[in-house]
Antibody, heavy 120, light 110 residues
Framework: QLQLQESGPGLVKPSETLSLTCTVSGGSISSSSYYWGWIRQPPGKGLEWIGSIYYSGSTYYNPSLKSRVTISVDTSKNQFSLKLSSVTAADTAVYYC????????????WGQGTLVTVSS | EIVLTQSPGTLSLSPGERATLSCRASQSVSSSYLAWYQQKPGQAPRLLIYGASSRATGIPDRFSGSGSGTDFTLTISRLEPEDFAVYYCQQYGSSPPTWTFGQGTKVEIK
């Protein structure tokens, strides 16, 4: 059974870099059938796609965040990671990792989410 | 960039009633690339419908999706207590790959 688990600091200072890792179990991150993505949700608001990566290392980012986002994959550990630089309070959100179907995009597996607060 | 607009923002209904949720795209979307999710408080979203009308694994048949082009609909035929939640539509753009969500519709108990 597929499981995704986000991990990383729950508190990040303004102007610093937010770093999260998603560990995948019950499935291979090297599968050609999926993208692996990050989605966030500010408190009380809707869902925002941050970016996604394919097992080959190809990355795709939300244009509104592209200048600050880096997503990478470690196939040996079955993990992928998110780095978001120069954070502000507006980046406070629950961050989800998800498995997204290649060529059709729907996300059938999600992590439980992790709240990241940006505050000094 | 395709924008998805969901309506209404909030739907107040009673258990047993029918819920009709709308998702309108700013330009035509391939039905293959349109999905619906359910999210309950404190939980991750759950895939309900993919390809505009196909139910995901384990989703009850009271949930159905329809539509094409710019207008898509999620219908819950008879609301069960566990169906009160927020629903999001999502579109996948293939060149380059992008993902866009609607702002959500909250289905609340009347």
């Amino acid at each position: 059974q597929l499981q995704l688990q986000e991990s990383g600091p729950g508190l990040v200072k303004p102007s610093e870099t937010l770093s999260l890792t998603c560990t995948v179990s019950g499935g291979s991150i090297s599968s050609s059938s999926y993208y692996w993505g990050w989605i966030r949700q500010p408190p009380g608001k809707g869902l925002e796609w941050i970016g996604s990566i394919y097992y080959s290392g190809s990355t795709y980012y939300n244009p509104s965040l592209k200048s600050r986002v880096t997503i990478s994959v470690d196939t040996s550990k079955n993990q992928f990671s998110l780095k978001l630089s120069s954070v502000t309070a507006a980046d406070t959100a629950v961050y989800y990792c998800a498995r997204q179907r290649y060529s059709s995009g729907w996300a059938s597996g999600w992590g439980q989410g992790t709240l990241v607060t940006v505050s000094s | 960039e395709i924008v998805l607009t969901q309506s209404p923002g909030t739907l107040s209904l009673s258990p047993g009633e029918r819920a009709t949720l709308s998702c309108r795209a700013s330009q035509s979307v391939s039905s293959s690339y349109l999905a619906w999710y359910q999210q309950k408080p404190g939980q991750a979203p759950r895939l309900l419908i993919y390809g505009a009308s196909s139910r995901a694994t384990g989703i009850p048949d009271r949930f159905s999706g329809s539509g094409s082009g710019t207008d898509f609909t999620l219908t819950i035929s008879r609301l069960e207590p566990e169906d009160f939640a927020v629903y999001y539509c999502q579109q996948y753009g293939s060149s380059p790959p992008t993902w866009t969500f609607g702002q959500g519709t909250k289905v609340e108990i009347k």
